[in-house]
């Protein structure tokens, strides 16, 4: 994990917009049944969350189902087909902080701020992803069914 974070800072990877602050959340065994904030994602901004290599870079460490992208990741599983086999409450709790599903998950906590360590100082105090990006890519990550 410290080298993943490690490397978040080494690229240069902008810092969150200002004021995004952490939504309260209720976990119910694996998943957050309830969207962050009462916010309704919407599909395509979600796509492009995922596709951004300057704030979350989700393509460092998995594939999307887009031939277009050059460069993804095989360290975490493939996205094609993820709403297949996870509800969006359980897609929405591994973004918010994978390590309650898999404490020695090496994915990042994209809405979660306590407890991290080497956090570069663009990052401290704000989570990466605002409770409405959060919902964007769920309704994204939901989309890709097999």
């Known amino acids: ?16 917009a200002a004021g995004q602050e952490i939504v309260p959340h209720v976990v119910v065994g694996d998943a ?12 395509e901004r979600g796509a492009r969350i995922v596709r951004n290599r300057e ?18 990741g095989e360290v975490g599983p493939p996205l094609a087909g993820v709403g297949s086999r996870l509800t969006p409450g ?7 902080d994978p390590t309650v599903v ?9 809405h979660r701020i306590a407890g991290l360590a080497h956090v570069d100082e663009r990052w401290r105090g704000r989570p ?19």
């Not at 957050?32 to 599909?43: C, E, I, K, R």
């Not at 359980?90 to 918010?96: A, D, E, F, N, S």
């Open 1 to 16: 994990m410290r080298a993943l974070v490690a490397a978040f800072a080494f690229l240069g990877l902008a810092g969150p």
């Open 32 to 43: 957050v049944a309830a969207p962050l904030g009462g916010h309704v994602g919407v599909a």
């Open 55 to 72: 704030t979350a870079n989700c393509l460092i460490c998995h594939t999307v189902p887009d031939r277009s992208e050059a460069f993804m």
């Open 90 to 96: 359980q897609i929405r709790l591994r973004l918010i």
């Open 102 to 110: 898999n404490a020695e998950a090496v994915m990042p906590a994209y």
């Open 128 to 146: 990466v992803l605002s409770a409405q990006e959060i919902e964007d890519v769920v309704a994204y990550l939901s989309a890709l069914k097999e």
